[in-house]
């Protein structure tokens, strides 16, 4: 069933505001995934916070042109995977589309994307997408700066022991 002009013009809308507000944007190609497959990516990506749907190429490039930023020649049917919570996860999307990309392999590839306001190529996505989530990067924070301690602790009491 073909969109009206209303349904067109909101979802360019809805795209404008994501390229805008979001931290990161990813445009996902995708061909042949089953429905399972999908159901369960977009659970996972909706509990993390991240919004998919799938837009005509026009549409995407219009909202790219309202928005400052160059269209993209892409390949394939394509999705957007945006943050949808306010200071969510910026590297999110991208990490969680990869991980699904390395699930379904010719089915599914990051292939752009928005990230912190940039436009970016596939290839920087899915560098963007190797980042560890935050939480991640604070443990292995805390990890550092409790390692010397931990060291000193060790030796400390190496040292005792040997004192008695």
Same mark, same amino acid.
């Given at each position: 069933?073909?969109? &009206?002009?209303?349904q067109?013009?909101?979802?360019?809308?809805?795209?404008?505001?994501?390229?805008?507000?979001?931290?990161?944007?990813?445009?996902?190609?995708?061909?042949?995934?089953?429905?399972?497959? =999908? &159901?369960?990516?977009?659970?996972?990506?909706? =509990?993390?916070?991240?919004?998919?749907?799938?837009?005509?190429?026009?549409?995407?490039?219009?909202?790219?042109?309202?928005?400052? #930023?160059? @269209?993209?020649?892409?390949?394939? =049917?394509?999705?957007?995977?945006?943050?949808?919570?306010?200071?969510?996860?910026?590297?999110? @999307?991208?990490?969680?589309? #990869?991980?699904?990309?390395?699930?379904?392999?010719?089915?599914?590839?990051?292939?752009?994307?928005?990230?912190e306001?940039?436009? $970016?190529?596939?290839?920087?996505?899915?560098?963007?997408?190797?980042? %560890?989530?935050?939480?991640?990067? $604070?443990? $292995?924070?805390?990890?550092?700066? +409790?390692? %010397?301690?931990?060291?000193?602790?060790?030796?400390? +009491?190496?040292?005792?022991?040997?004192? #008695?």
């Amino acid at each position: 069933m073909a969109k &009206t002009k209303q349904q067109k013009q909101e979802t360019i809308e809805r795209l404008e505001q994501a390229f805008k507000t979001a931290a990161s944007s990813v445009f996902v190609s995708f061909r042949g995934v089953n429905v399972a497959d =999908e &159901t369960a990516m977009r659970k996972q990506l909706r =509990e993390a916070g991240v919004s998919y749907f799938v837009a005509k190429k026009t549409l995407i490039d219009r909202a790219l042109k309202a928005s400052g #930023h160059e @269209p993209q020649e892409m390949e394939g =049917e394509i999705a957007v995977a945006y943050n949808a919570a306010e200071g969510g996860d910026a590297s999110a @999307p991208a990490r969680l589309i #990869h991980e699904f990309t390395q699930k379904l392999k010719d089915k599914l590839a990051i292939v752009g994307g928005i990230f912190e306001g940039t436009l $970016r190529d596939a290839l920087s996505m899915r560098e963007i997408a190797t980042i %560890p989530s935050i939480d991640v990067l $604070r443990g $292995r924070f805390a990890n550092v700066i +409790n390692s %010397p301690i931990q060291r000193l602790a060790i030796v400390l +009491n190496q040292v005792a022991g040997t004192k #008695h």
